[in-house]
């Protein structure tokens, strides 16, 4: 979500005039070089303050504190798409809390290489995947008052989605993982599981593993986590046992298919490490929230990241796992939310990609969700089909 960065200059007994870089915005090349502009101005302060300033090295406020180092860099400001997973904590029979990370994002590494011509649709591996006809998208399975769905709303609403092969979920709550299985077999498509809770993976495999009732041949994958890197959560080291022990439990109920974590487009990039965490590269990454893509540009953009994402690590097969604009809401730079311009960029997004290496945000507009103006009011209004039917 839209997230404003303090930079923090701690400065040591010597006044310095230090460097502050929260100017410092990467613009995507539209086709081979990935531009950077850093704007740079200094502050200078007493000795043993903290001085406060904004991403465009304006004082803000200062307290006495000792410092007793410089901090690294602060990190490039960068928007955060409304997350999958944020309703408050409920009774049994509702949608559990899990808050939205911010969507602020570290400056790459000045010695990331610069992008290559990305190819004019994108497919990824196809050995990992054995039906490339059709998109993904991803469902969350909560009414409009943050309660559970009943299987028969789910049924009604995933036999609604057409031409899509693939269905991403986020976790395993409200006994969920059954009944959308089903629905999504008898759509003849493939689901994306998820385990979100990283800190009870093994319950949470477990409970997967009692809702597939021993039959794994639906389930395309299984992600671990949301963006916990990218809203600092979690460090690599984190995921990575998360990743890891999930497997093991996993393999131990029978499933032998991909284990992957989630994470940003610009996360994974600026943290390597997540390269090897999983079977594929699984990103999010959203044109809305950079500001300066139209929705028509949209599958372009993602593309170009995807593309900077699966040459950071190393070639591997990269899934976006989260990519979509929303219909309505306040206007970010060149982004505006309008029905018009969620299907042009949905268009734009399925002409650049081919398969299961794109999965659509959202299925359904999200009311359960909660808003605010810092996200320019978009939260409910991802969904490329409007409202869920089951719901009218």
């Keep these: 979500m839209k997230a404003g960065l303090l930079s923090i200059a701690a400065l040591s007994a010597v006044a310095l005039a230090q460097p502050q870089h929260g100017a410092h915005r990467h613009r995507h090349a539209k086709k081979q070089a990935v ?3 850093t704007e740079v101005s ?4 007493a000795a043993n303050e903290v001085v406060y300033v904004d991403q465009y090295g304006n004082k803000i406020n200062g307290q006495q504190a000792q410092a007793t180092s410089a901090p690294a860099p602060a990190p490039a400001a960068y928007s955060a798409p409304p997350q999958e997973y944020q309703p408050p904590a409920p009774a049994s029979s509702q949608a559990p809390a899990y808050s939205a990370p911010a969507y602020s994002a570290p400056a790459p590494s000045s010695t990331q290489a610069a992008q290559s011509a990305a190819p004019s649709s994108y497919s990824g591996d196809d050995s990992s995947s054995d039906d490339k006809s059709g998109h993904g998208i991803s469902y969350s399975p909560y009414n409009a008052d943050k309660s559970c769905k009943t299987k028969d709303q789910i049924d009604e609403d995933i036999n609604a989605l057409e031409g899509y092969t693939h269905i991403r979920m986020y976790g395993v709550d409200c006994d969920q993982v059954g009944p959308i299985v089903t629905a999504a077999k008898n759509k003849n498509m493939k689901v994306m599981a998820g385990i979100f ?6 319950t949470e495999a477990k ?3 009692q809702g597939v009732n021993g039959d794994w041949s639906a389930i395309e994958a299984v992600s671990v986590g949301n963006e916990g890197v990218n809203n600092g959560q979690y460090g690599v080291g984190d995921i990575k046992y998360a990743v890891d ?3 093991s439990c ?7 298919g991909p284990v992957v974590t989630v994470d940003t487009f610009i996360a994974i990039i600026n943290n390597p490490g997540l390269c090897d965490v999983g079977d594929f590269v699984a990103a999010n990454c959203h044109a809305f929230f950079d500001g300066g893509v139209t929705a028509e540009k949209s599958g372009k953009w993602v593309l170009d990241q995807a593309q900077r994402v699966s040459e950071a690590c190393g070639g591997k097969r990269t899934v976006i796992t989260e990519a979509g604009w929303p219909s ?4 970010n730079g060149e ?11 949905v268009q734009d997004l399925k002409d650049h990609f081919t398969g299961a290496d794109m999965y659509l945000f959202t299925a359904y507009n999200g009311y359960w969700k909660d808003t605010s103006g810092d996200t320019y009011g978009v939260e409910h209004y991802w969904g490329v089909y409007g409202d869920c039917p089951s719901e009218q």
């Design 245 to 247: 022990t999930a497997k």
């Design 328 to 331: 309505k809401g306040s206007p």
């Design 35 to 37: 531009e950077y502009v």
């Design 197 to 202: 809770n990283i800190h009870d993976v093994e």
């Design 335 to 345: 982004a505006v939310p309008s029905m018009e311009n969620q299907k042009a960029a």
């Design 42 to 45: 200094t502050v200078t302060a």
């Design 250 to 256: 996993l393999a131990a109920e029978g499933y032998d």
């Design 207 to 209: 409970t997967l593993a």
